[in-house]
């Protein structure tokens, strides 16, 4: 019978401990948002101060213990939380305390207001008193997530500006951390000078009893739907966060910010176009990456008073507010990616309009990474562009933009060499569909194009992802709906997507994009043609030469008589212009 030597054992696993302890303290990525969690360290350890422990046990405990149960007394129950973790309440919005206990108050029915402050609240005191173990293991499994050869960090860290990265969370720890916006307890003391967005919730219920409207209580319910939802049942799986970004400088690794001359030569076809009079973006069935209209500063105003495409997306998916935490602004050549979030809401309406309708069930089926196949891509259009969103440079500028958010770099990559080591013509492909395109440089043997479909298929990761957008930097932004659905277009095809499904949202100026979009598919237009069409027509657009939109511009044919005359424009068989 072997001796165990329980001494040297429990000795051995805390040295163990000690050694993982350490090594987290050394982390650069948990060093770079440290200053921004509302935990503290010490000796390697993540923890809560135990005034914040006790304050977070007696909520766990329920209201017959803590005594909060109305929404003035859990907002003084925050103020205390917060007064023990040395955070500032000039930093809060002056009527937040207002705000919180009009909603819990007033706007909840009695019943509503039972079940949050004794089955919610005391959830939510739980999973915040296990934010400090959470975040620990995260950290311990950052370097593992990804199981790719070279070690990518995946862990919670600032995604600075330039800095092409991806954070990887669980959806237990965006709970928890949204809890801690629910309960105000981030400090917030220089995230304006980091170009971070606001992520406490003061904004949102201080706006509340400052202005009261329906769509800022229906947002308020969203937000509240989903502590409902997580407290009865913790969501699995993990949300990606992702930076692209197009170098400015060459890079040999990385696909760089184009210029006017790799557009304008671009021999890659366009793609299929989709267009939906009706419908809304987030309900396309299939796993399209959806576009987020962004503002500059993710998620725009959606803790504030904004209640758009981009704020209503992020009520009825808060998971996507986690990201407002570290994801620094945009410059105009970077996107932000998000992938695993799940919907917990439906809603009616849009701005004033938007009302909270309910709970929403969302069967997406999930990844080998355990991430809901739903992929937004956050991308920021020129806010109120005026005449400048006809002048070349700014064309290019959104092109790109579009284009960094739309691209997936290894797809982009792999299919260039792939056909540089053929010796092959992109003329010859159709990339997104795999589509043998015959041309005057000759045929290809079945045998070299089967291969050619065995490498890429290998290397694809979802063949049918195309993008789901519609009138991007149009609405409030103030864009050229017809320009901003042609340069997607272009962004969507020179990025492999197999499709763009375009929701006009029945805008009348894109009435006829649907035949537009079908003619210069018949003519078989590479991204090179189109765009030197656009830059042919923005050119006249902003020297006055033209005033009409581009889809009248290009077939005046389809608008009447007098627009025939006024912009006639006539083209060979071929589809090149003639002069």
């Known amino acids: 019978m072997v001796a165990v030597d329980l001494k040297s054992i429990r000795s051995l696993l805390v040295k163990r401990r000690n050694k993982k302890k350490r090594k987290m303290e050394k982390r650069e990525d948990l060093r770079s948002i440290l200053p921004y969690l509302p935990v503290v360290m010490r000796s390697s350890t993540l923890f809560w101060p135990s005034q914040v422990v006790e304050a977070l046990k007696e909520l766990a405990r329920g209201p017959l213990h803590s005594h909060v149960d109305s929404g003035h007394i859990l907002f003084t129950a925050i103020e205390d939380i917060r007064n023990s973790l040395s955070l500032s309440s000039n930093s809060l919005a002056p009527s937040t305390s207002l705000g919180y206990s009009l909603f819990f108050d007033e706007l909840m029915t009695r019943e509503e207001s039972r079940k949050w402050f004794e089955e919610v609240v005391p959830a939510l005191g739980s999973l915040l008193l296990r934010l400090p173990s959470l975040l620990e293991a995260h950290y311990e499994n950052a370097d593992k997530v990804l199981n790719v050869g070279a070690m990518i960090g995946t862990g919670l860290r600032m995604l ?264 092959w013509s992109s003329e010859q492909f159709d990339a997104s569909t795999l589509t043998y395109m015959e041309t005057s440089e000759g045929e290809i043997s079945n045998h070299e194009f089967e291969k050619f479909q065995n490498n890429y298929q290998q290397m694809e990761q979802g063949n049918n992802i195309g993008v789901a957008t519609g009138n991007w930097g149009c609405g409030a932004f103030g864009g050229d709906p017809e320009l901003k659905a042609i340069i997607q277009w272009l962004a969507a095809s020179q990025a492999l997507r197999p499709f763009i499904a375009y929701y006009t949202f029945g805008l009348e100026a894109l009435q006829n994009l649907d035949e537009v979009a079908s003619w210069i598919l018949s003519q078989r237009w590479t991204v090179g043609d189109l765009w030197n069409m656009l830059i042919e027509y923005s050119t006249k657009r902003s020297k006055g030469e033209t005033t009409v939109g581009f889809l009248r511009w290009l077939l005046p044919s389809l608008y009447g008589h007098e627009s025939f005359i006024h912009c006639h424009r006539s083209f060979d068989g071929d589809g090149c212009l003639v002069t």
């Not at 904004?203 to 739907?225: G, M, N, T």
């Not at 969501?235 to 006017?260: C, H, M, Q, T």
């Not at 105009?332 to 309910?358: C, K, L, P």
């Open 160 to 423: 600075d500006s330039q800095e092409a990265g991806i954070v990887i969370l669980s959806r237990e720890l965006i709970a928890a951390l949204l809890g801690c916006s629910l309960f105000c307890l981030f400090p917030d003391h220089d995230r304006y000078m980091k170009q971070l967005q606001i992520i406490n919730f003061d904004q949102l219920f201080a706006s509340l009893y400052e202005d009261y409207s329906q769509k800022q209580e229906s947002k308020i319910r969203c937000i509240i739907h989903y502590f409902q939802r997580i407290s009865s049942d913790m969501p699995k799986g993990v949300v990606s966060f992702e930076r692209k970004v197009l170098p400015f400088e060459g890079d040999a690794d990385l696909i760089s910010y184009p210029n006017s001359n790799f557009w304008s030569t671009s021999a890659i076809p366009l793609c299929k176009f989709e267009v939906h009079t009706s419908g809304l973006i987030e309900d396309q069935s299939g796993e399209a990456v959806e576009v987020d209209f962004a503002n500059k500063y993710v998620g725009g105003g959606a803790l504030g008073r904004g209640c758009v495409q981009e704020e209503i997306r992020f009520m009825v998916s808060p998971e996507l507010i986690a990201g407002m935490l570290f994801l620094t602004a945009m410059e105009e050549n970077e996107a932000i990616d998000i992938v695993g979030v799940e919907r917990f809401s439906n809603y009616t309406g849009y701005a004033s309009s938007f009302r909270f309708s309910g709970d929403y069930v969302d069967e997406r089926d999930v990844d080998n990474l355990g991430r809901r196949k739903t992929r937004i891509v956050a991308i920021d259009a020129l806010c109120s562009p005026g005449m400048r969103q006809y002048r070349e440079k700014f064309v290019l500028r959104e092109l790109n933009k579009a284009f960094c958010g739309f691209l997936y770099q290894f797809k982009y990559q792999k299919y260039q060499k792939i056909l540089q080591e053929n010796g």
